[in-house]
């Protein structure tokens, strides 16, 4: 079983950053693809960035040139550098993790999740 606890959430003005934390137990995510998703209020919930073995990477349109997803050499932290924050990505941010990277890269569609951190941008 895998276990992930986001952190670094909170509120900031708009054109700051922020940078999320996801903490990994359980097993050594090495080989995972890992993932950042966001819910807004009364939206669905939607991808914003993922990373896989080496240093693949990908982006939501929304995200590309001002977030990055990164993680520790140990593979079980997973970071994402949010810069340039708008009104439009307050949100809950998930992250997520997977074993199978090839499914997770082509569907966006991941095993394991977090239970979310709040990042509120104020004008």
């Known amino acids: 079983q895998v276990q992930l606890v986001e952190s670094g959430g909170g509120l900031v003005q708009a054109g700051g950053s922020l940078r999320l934390s996801c903490a990994a137990s359980g097993r050594t995510l090495r080989n995972y693809a890992m993932g950042w998703f966001r819910q807004a209020p009364g939206k669905e919930r939607e991808f914003v960035a993922t990373?896989?073995?080496?240093?693949?990477?990908d982006y939501a349109d929304s995200a590309k040139g001002r977030f990055t997803i990164s993680r520790e050499k140990d593979k079980n932290t997973v970071y994402l550098q949010m810069n340039s924050l708008t009104l439009e990505d307050t949100a809950v941010y998930y992250c997520?993790?997977?074993?199978?990277?090839?499914?997770?890269?082509?569907?966006?569609?991941?095993?394991?999740w977090g239970q979310g951190t709040q990042v509120t941008v104020s004008s």
């Open positions: 997520a993790a997977d074993p199978n990277i090839a499914q997770a890269i082509a569907l966006r569609t991941y095993r394991y």
């Open positions: 990373c896989w073995s080496g240093a693949g990477t």
